[in-house]
């Protein structure tokens, strides 16, 4: 059994050592890519089922949906048709994409902050998709234009961008909806 485990890790030890050995020619595009929350060496491995040539997508968009990152529902007179299945596409990268954003949902950042919101409202599934979605999109832009870095927005950014105006508003809205009369007056 002993010898059985010693064996497993020297396998896992000879794919790490050989992973690496294959990235060496795009040292470059996997040390942009790691800049992302989520991706690790392992996970900059993308490159081999993506390439570093983004010509053959002309936006983020169709590396998402080649990716199987593209929810698909339609809608007509307020119904919804279909099952909000990605569809059919590249599952290795689709099972990479998806650790990834699961990996980045448990990250002080941005892409931690999105996962996070959009799971307590929608749930983590969904969360997933979206918060995977963007990591290709942030993916098909540093590999589209070598001069490009990526910058986290940070935990706080749409507590940031709310607007305290729309925020007062919406709040003074729901006290009057449940019959409340207010009047606000500035801390002094």
Known sequence: ??????????????????????????????????????????????????????????????????????????????????????GHGNRYLARATGEAAV???????????RYRRIARRRGKKKAMVAVGRSI???????LADPDTRFHDLGPDHYDKRVSTTAKRRSHVRGLEALGYNVTLQPVA
């Open 1 to 86: 059994m002993l010898d059985r485990i010693d064996r497993d890790n020297t396998d896992i030890t000879a794919v790490d050592a050989q992973i690496e050995v294959l990235l060496d020619p795009f040292g470059d595009a996997v040390a942009r890519l790691e800049e992302i929350p989520g991706i690790d060496p392992k996970a900059a491995a993308v490159i081999a089922e993506i390439g570093i040539d983004m010509t053959r997508f002309p936006s983020p968009g169709h590396l998402a949906s080649w990716t199987k990152f593209a929810p698909g529902i339609k809608a007509s007179a307020g119904k919804s048709k279909g099952n909000g299945s990605t």
């Open 103 to 113: 990996s980045a949902g448990r990250t002080e950042t941005f892409l931690g902050a």
């Open 136 to 142: 290709l999109t942030i993916t098909w832009h540093l």
